[in-house]
């Protein structure tokens, strides 16, 4: 099977025959338009520099540390602000020309250590080759360490101020991030966007060289979509919002870019830096490319990672995050890892959100030894998208959600109500259920049946085929121990018997009556979103807004007879036992499977 990434890729490869694109030359062929290329590190002076750029250690020089900011010079309130703030001791120049003789550097041997320690290196404290060859790798602009805590305590107070200026924020914004590194990855809310979906921008003024604007915003727009399959958030590309209404705002630049404060260095380390909920430049002295492209540095991963700066993520030195400084050129084919997950969700909460059903799909494969192959797939449905659950690993696929209409042929687009599967030794029947009405799906052609074997066209009326029953219904589930549909509508459960095709007698039942709570009052009462029997978990679940309760099983009572037949047992979070099932904005990249 194609992983999304594959799609896209071919997908990008596809769209580009047509049109020659920049990404297809030969590497060489852009070095040659490189004016510039980034200082190589290769003694203790320049690795000196590389330490304090990267909040190792305080600045070396007072001209490099100026340098920074002499872009500034048109915003005279933030110019004021930032004297202040370097007057209090962030910059105190050492006026060196050289370092000192070797061993007695102490701030250069801690911070080396430092540097070595979070780049799982040797930790020698010495100017070794493993140390160079690290250093001169590609990496992101944002710092790993806080340089001094006096400057982020004046700058985190300037940004409390409710009227600052967006350049102002910026650099209020890079320092807070620095603070959030030292201390609190962990405190959820503390330092985040305080809304949920985001509007973001390509600058015009800020394009690419190297890759078709197309591409370019798409490889964005995989970009953010990645963030919102593991997180609450949503973003939704805007190109005609005024300027101050977009959240984040993105661009290329080379050298002195885009009126930032920070420059870029020319081809080679350095390619990209981000505000902390600000902007993100990309200097494109370096050779960006589309992904699984080959050579060159992917810009899919370049944009994730530092999206995920803009979102209060600083820098994580776990083997698979993304959040990793260095460029990894390996694994061309990303997912967002374990840790990031957990980092972003740490800080914006675990995806919730209420279900229009849930169910495990059927389907039978031949082998390549011509057995027949029953399985099934775990399918989470709410209104028009769709994912599918890996139970195994207890997440969802790759790139979902995915739209109803591309994934489940001839249901309507903006979902269903309920899904029944009848499966015994004389019927294997799978229904979805939508208002009055109800299709027949068949599961070998992957669409509705226009037409059944039997000869009923659909949708049809649900009183019709399931006499005794009228639409619109919440919830429904198939019971194979007494071969009973059973239909959940406002406070009422109807079951309905496939074997005699109605209304089963002393139905219906107060769903309390029928479904008792084990406990108190632990019970949905009525109105239940979802009714599903999980294959993974033997059991049922009845689902209402993000709550589930799991229905006492015939294995549960042999276990304590005292629970009560198809009894509620407490209800848990649905989040907590099924994970990062996010939404994506409905402006986001629709990707095809
Ligand atoms: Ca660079
Ligand atoms: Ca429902
Ligand atoms: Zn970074
Ligand atoms: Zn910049």
Not at 177 to 195: I, Y
Not at 258 to 270: H, I, T
Not at 411 to 421: E, I, K, R, S, T
Request: net charge neutral.
């Amino acid at each position: 099977m194609l992983t999304s990434i594959q799609l896209i890729t071919s997908l990008l490869l596809w769209t580009s025959t047509g049109e020659k694109l920049f990404h297809h030359r030969d590497h060489s062929d852009l070095q040659m338009f490189n004016a510039q290329q980034a200082q190589t590190i290769t003694d203790e002076y320049t690795a000196e520099l590389f330490l304090s750029r990267y909040g190792f250690m305080k600045p070396v020089r007072w001209e490099e540390t100026r340098d920074r900011y002499e872009d500034l010079d048109d915003n005279n309130d933030f110019l004021d602000d930032l004297q202040a703030s370097i007057q209090e001791g962030t910059s105190v120049p050492h006026f060196r020309d050289r370092p000192p003789p070797e061993g007695e550097n102490q701030a250069l041997t801690a911070a080396l250590k430092d540097f070595q320690r979070l780049s799982g290196l040797p930790v020698t404290g010495a100017f070794d080759d493993a140390t160079r060859e690290a250093m001169n790798k590609p990496r992101c602009g944002v710092p790993d360490k806080e340089m001094d805590s006096s400057r982020d305590y004046h700058l985190a107070k300037m940004q409390s101020g409710p009227a600052v200026t967006r350049r102002k924020r910026h650099l209020a914004a890079l320092v807070t991030k620095r603070r959030r590194h030292r201390r609190d990855l962990g405190e959820a809310g503390h330092v985040a966007f305080s809304k949920n979906v985001l509007r973001w921008r390509l600058m015009g003024e800020g394009y690419s060289n190297q890759l078709s604007i197309e591409e370019q915003r798409y490889i964005f727009r995989l970009a953010f979509r990645m963030w919102s399959e593991v997180s609450p958030l949503q973003f939704m590309e805007d190109n005609g919002s005024p300027l101050e209404d977009i959240d984040i705002r993105l661009g290329f630049g080379t050298g002195r870019h885009l009126g930032c404060n920070q420059r870029f260095d020319g081809s080679g380390q350095e390619f990209a830096h981000a505000w902390f909920l600000g902007d993100i430049h990309f200097d494109d002295d370096e050779h960006f490319t589309a992904p699984n492209t080959g050579s060159g540095i992917s810009l899919l991963k370049v944009a994730v990672h530092e999206i995920g700066h803009v979102l209060g993520l600083p820098h994580i030195y776990r083997p698979g995050s993304i959040m990793q400084p260095s460029y990894l050129p390996q694994e061309a084919a990303f997912e967002m890892g374990w840790m990031d997950r957990k980092a972003i969700q740490n800080l914006y909460g675990a995806c919730k959100g209420r279900f229009s059903t849930v169910f495990d799909w059927i389907r039978r494969e031949r082998s390549p030894y011509g057995q027949v192959v029953v399985r099934f797939n775990t399918y989470f449905m709410r209104e028009g998208w769709y994912w599918l659950y890996e139970n195994r690993n207890n997440r969802t696929r790759y790139g979902d959600p995915v739209p109803l209409r591309i994934g489940w042929r001839g249901l309507p687009a903006d979902g269903v109500d309920a899904y029944v599967h009848v499966w015994s030794l004389k019927r294997d029947d799978v229904y979805f259920f939508k208002g009055t009405q109800f299709w027949k799906y068949d599961s070998d052609n992957d669409k509705v049946f226009g037409q059944d074997p039997e000869g009923h066209r659909y949708p049809r009326k649900i009183s019709e085929g399931f006499p005794g029953i009228s639409g619109p219904i919440d919830t429904a589930v198939y019971d194979r121990r007494d071969s009973c549909i059973y239909f959940f509508k406002n406070t009422l459960v109807y079951a309905f018997s496939v074997e005699s095709n109605g209304v089963a007698p002393g139905f219906p039942k107060a769903i309390q009556k029928a479904f008792p709570p084990v406990s108190g009052g632990d019970h949905p009462g009525g109105n239940i979103d979802v009714a599903y029997f999980s294959y993974a978990h033997n059991a049922v679940f009845l689902f209402k807004g993000r709550r589930f309760w799991q229905v006492v099983s015939g294995r549960d009572r042999r276990r304590r007879p005292f629970l009560p037949r198809n009894g509620l047992l407490p209800h848990k979070e649905v989040d907590r036992h099924w994970f990062d099932i996010c939404d994506v904005h409905p402006t986001a990249l629709t990707l095809t499977r």
